[in-house]
């Protein structure tokens, strides 16, 4: 099972930006896509952003589209989430994974497993 661990989160003011990292291990990473996710407080968790096995395809959830940007580097088993200009709705704890299907896209939560441990993003008025 791959091994995932985020980091980067923090406090911030409204309009500024965090990067997001998400660090893999195993030998597997660079043959499965992978999600960011984020739950805040009294809502479930939700799709927020997703990047195929090689890097080459990324999906968003149209609430961050032109404000996040997902990248992958497979040579440092990582993945990333730049956040712009961001809102205090973008508050939540964000969640990286893995899909559990071999070189599948996808944006289904319940298609993802090997889940990190979260990272508190808070962003104030």
């Known amino acids: 099972q791959v091994q995932l661990v985020e980091s980067g989160g923090g406090l911030v003011q409204a309009g500024g930006s965090l990067r997001l990292s998400c660090a893999a291990s195993?030998?597997?990473?660079?043959?499965?896509?992978m999600g960011w996710f984020r739950q805040a407080p009294g809502k479930e968790r939700e799709f927020v952003a997703a990047?195929?096995?090689?890097?080459?395809?990324?999906r968003y959830a149209d609430s961050v589209k032109g404000r996040f940007t997902i990248s992958r580097d497979n040579a440092k088993n990582t993945v990333y989430l730049r956040m712009n200009s961001l809102k205090p709705e973008d508050t939540a704890v964000y969640y990286c994974?893995?899909?559990?299907?071999?070189?599948?896209?996808?944006?289904?939560?319940?298609?993802?497993?090997?889940w990190g441990q979260g990272t508190q993003v808070t962003v104030s008025s």
């Open positions: 994974a893995t899909d559990r299907r071999f070189r599948v896209m996808t944006t289904t939560l319940a298609d993802f497993n090997s």
């Open positions: 195993g030998r597997t990473f660079n043959n499965y896509a």
């Open positions: 990047i195929n096995w090689s890097g080459g395809t990324t």
